[in-house]
């Protein structure tokens, strides 16, 4: 089986590119780091939001660093269920059950429940802050995962490509990327980084994320000069 097939002289990596009209190779499908910045960009977005409404100043509403990691795995989740699932023949796509706008919120109202419960605890384990942000770490990731692999096939208006978001209301056909084991695939992604990642985005949440460490510092420093 080869990881490549070509279109119109162009060598495209199978599932994650598809020829355009014009012919030649082009992106459909985000990589995991490019991922990774779009869930904190959005983490951001959504932590500013309520800054903004809470009209606060004070740098712990700044996005937590321990929801970093519910953040993170919710950026792959779909992919990390998915992607091998297919490869062993369980899953009909790689993007398919945990791709599906379904599982999305059925997980997010399983995790919203955990955490309820946890609250109730009072010998809880977890900080309350953690507690707190775990949902929603997860749910912003995994969301944002949904919305950068659909984002292709939503902008060009070819919402066929997007039925996944759907499943099982919709069919879904084996495609021939699935027959790549996962570690493959993402070893072939990053042969060539700069043609996979998208580097508006990675620039943009290094620009937030230290732009938000530098004023956090400032922040705390001018409080102890007060
Ligand atoms: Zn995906």
Known sequence: MTDKETHAGYDCFIG???QPLSGGCERTDMDPITHGALAY???VGYVMGRVIISKSTQTHHLPATWAFVPLAIGSQFPDLIDKPLAYWGVLVSGRSLAHSAFSLLLIGALLNSVTW?????TV????TRLRASIPTAFVIGYAGHLL?????GLLSGEFFSVRFLVYPVSALSRSSGDELAPWVRVINLYRDPSTVIHVEIVA?????????????YSR???DKLN
Do not use: C, M, T
Not at 124 to 127: D, V
Not at 148 to 152: L, N, R
């Open 16 to 18: 994650e590119y598809r």
């Open 41 to 43: 960009l959005l983490y």
């Open 117 to 121: 419960i946890q609250s109730r605890d």
């Open 124 to 127: 809880s384990r977890l900080p």
């Open 148 to 152: 950068g692999d659909a984002a292709y």
């Open 204 to 216: 943009a949440a290094l620009i937030v994320f230290v732009g938000l460490r530098v004023w956090k």
């Open 220 to 222: 705390k420093r001018a």
